[in-house]
């Protein structure tokens, strides 16, 4: 069975840095990424990663969040800098599995970020 276990988010100042992450279990997986949904929006796509690295980003965090992965431990990081309030949502991680390709959601973690 499969699941995701996110770590990592808070309250934090504009300006400053979270590091959020999330351990997957149950599979092997191939794309694995990060959402975020703020109030009365829809969840979008933060950041993606490949199985072999490859890396995606929304326009509006290219240049201050990372994405990484340990594919030996099946976890995924997001490395935020220079936060701004409009990050300020829950952050989901996301895993597609290799084989089925299904994709599969963790619980989500709260970011906010004060102005």
């Known amino acids: 069975q499969v699941q995701l276990v996110e770590s990592g988010g808070g309250l934090v100042q504009a300006g400053g840095s979270l590091r959020l992450s999330c351990t997957a279990s149950?599979?092997?997986?191939?794309?694995m990424g990060w959402y975020r949904q703020a109030p009365g929006k829809q969840r979008d796509l933060v950041a993606g990663?490949?199985?072999?690295?490859?890396?995606n980003y929304a326009d509006s965090v290219k240049g201050r969040f990372t994405i990484s992965r340990d594919n030996a431990k099946n976890t995924v990081c997001l490395q935020m800098n220079s936060l701004k309030p409009e990050d300020t949502a829950v952050y989901y991680c996301?895993?597609?599995?290799?084989?089925?390709?299904?994709?599969?959601w963790g619980q989500g973690t709260q970011v906010t970020v004060s102005s």
């Open positions: 996301n895993a597609v599995t290799l084989l089925r390709s299904a994709g599969y």
């Open positions: 990663i490949t199985r072999g690295g490859n890396t």
């Open positions: 149950g599979s092997i997986f191939s794309t």
